[in-house]
């Protein structure tokens, strides 16, 4: 059963709430729980306990697990032991989704782990991919559950409304778009690969949890009001869904530095990272990186090297080829060839391994962010108000890409191929855009003015700060 430290280790908090968060798996749905966590913690008169599964999908979860508990003594553990699952049922399919069935499957010992804790659990809040699962234990157990929503409102308003289209069309099918009243008009093509499948895993587990967020008491989003407006006035005023819970935009939220230090290769290639970046004029640097569990085929690789090389720009590329990082033993000169390194090298450095992102965007001398528009990648350059040129490759990162081109933060490639689909985007494109883009005056002058926004609405009295202050009063001892 979870207990907390007692009062005496907690100088100072009298009478205060406790929160149990319940995270999901993979890095994406980790960073936004951790960062959360350092924020509620550092106002005070809130306790954090956090349940975690072990061993970890990949080593990056697991190295920053370790770097939380270690940044934050007073944030609570409270292992939650899988029941045993059969993943042969479904041959091939995504590990992190395979992770987040097996958590749901296990979903129901949660109720001992809330229902047991002490002093007694205030609230709950859950991952998005738990979301069924667990909302129905938090309402027999009388607790509230609020969802952090790891990806943009955009993505929120399309999970609360697709199970909505998919009832319409009578379950015939989804059809050639998806729209999402209020928002806009997603086509299939940009839809995450699975959903037109309402067999697959992932569709059946989307609909569930799009269907019972209704039921939260609220939604958390890493986003603010200035960069989604129109997204998250529809999901408030109820055009999304009638009667859906509040929305509470409390982005951005601050990077924490978490990391375990367990890692030393990673160690010792930040730091290679930072020293080569501290010798490159302001705004110079074309940073390339597709997350943390995006494979990307060895022939686009090279077409990518290739464009990066042509395009004359100084880069710095993270490298991987697998989704999760425990099986990445491919090496950059195998792959790309030690006479590419030998022609860049200088101005162009390929990193293999986990680098500290937020750390890379904040550095004066990136001007551009060839990302894949992940969610927390996306938030992460408009914090530092680096411009980004979209490459999505599947998943959420079409409709954030979206977002991100509707709230002016950059250029979104729409014809460049997504996971799966054949055509390779060639050199000639790759040097082309990142040409244009780095060196378009008006996409730069545009992002600078959403970090200015951003900063504006962390700051007191800011839209969310605001919202931030609102939610944390309905955190209540009981
Ligand atoms: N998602 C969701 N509900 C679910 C499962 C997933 O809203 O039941 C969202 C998830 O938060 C993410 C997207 O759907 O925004 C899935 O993206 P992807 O497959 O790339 O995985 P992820 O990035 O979440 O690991
Ligand atoms: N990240 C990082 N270093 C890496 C790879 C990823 O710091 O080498 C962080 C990145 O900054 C972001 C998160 O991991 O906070 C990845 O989340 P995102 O939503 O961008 O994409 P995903 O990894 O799910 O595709």
Redesign the pocket.
Known sequence: AAAIPGDGELDGISAAAHVMFIPSA?M??LVPFFRFISALSSRGGVRCSIVTVLPTVSAAEADHFAGLFAAFPSVHRVDLNLLPFDASAFPGA?P??LR?EALRRSAHLLTQLIAGATPRVSAVVAD??L?SHVIPITKRLRVPCHVL???SAA??AL?AYFPIHVDKNDKSGVGDVVDVPGVRAVPRSCL?QPLPDLDHL?TK??I???RAIVDADSILVNTFDALEPAALAALRDGTVVPGFPPVYAIGLLKSVASRGGGDQKAAAASTAVAAWLGEQPARSVVYVAFGS?IAVSHDQLREMAAGLEASGRRFLWVFKTTVVDREDDAEVRDVLGGEFLERVKGRGLVSKGWVDQDAVLGHPAVGLFLSHS??NSITEAVASGVPLLAWPR????RVNAMALVSGGVGAWMEEWSWDGEDRLVTRREIEEKVKEVMDDAAVRASAARVCEEAAMAVAEGGTSHRSMQEFASKLKAT
Do not use: E, K, Y
């Open positions: 993979g994406a749905h995504d992190f989704l987040w998005v991919t979301a929503f790891i990806s993505m929120l999970l995450p992932f587990q989307f569930d949890n799009g569990r992940g969610w599947g998943g959420d990162q």
